[in-house]
């Protein structure tokens, strides 16, 4: 198994690969979406590539981050929108 790193998932740590985006390593975490859109519907990556923004989450208190775009680095706090 390759290099981890730690992050804080919504106040809980979690290891995840180092060099994954975090969209990648928060989908292998088993989470099914991100965020609530305003109208209250689920949400979650779809392009993968930060088109279409489906996949953003607050990260180290910056909010609408887009975490396909973001390497994961030890000690990151992200916190979705579906706590």
């Given at each position: 198994m390759g290099e981890k790193v730690r992050i804080i998932l919504n106040g809980r740590e979690c290891d995840v690969p180092a060099?994954?985006?975090?969209?990648?390593?928060?989908?292998?975490?088993?989470?099914?979406?991100?965020r609530t859109s305003v109208h209250g519907e689920?949400?979650?990556?779809?392009?993968?590539?930060?088109?279409?923004?489906?996949?953003?989450l607050t990260v180290d208190g910056r909010m609408h981050v887009?975490?396909?775009?973001?390497?994961?680095?030890?000690?990151?706090?992200?916190?979705?929108g579906t706590v």
């Open positions: 060099g994954a985006t975090l969209a990648s390593a928060l989908l292998a975490l088993g989470l099914t979406h991100f689920p949400r979650a990556p779809l392009c993968g590539m930060g088109v279409c923004q489906e996949c953003r887009r975490a396909c775009l973001l390497l994961c680095r030890d000690g990151m706090r992200v916190e979705t």
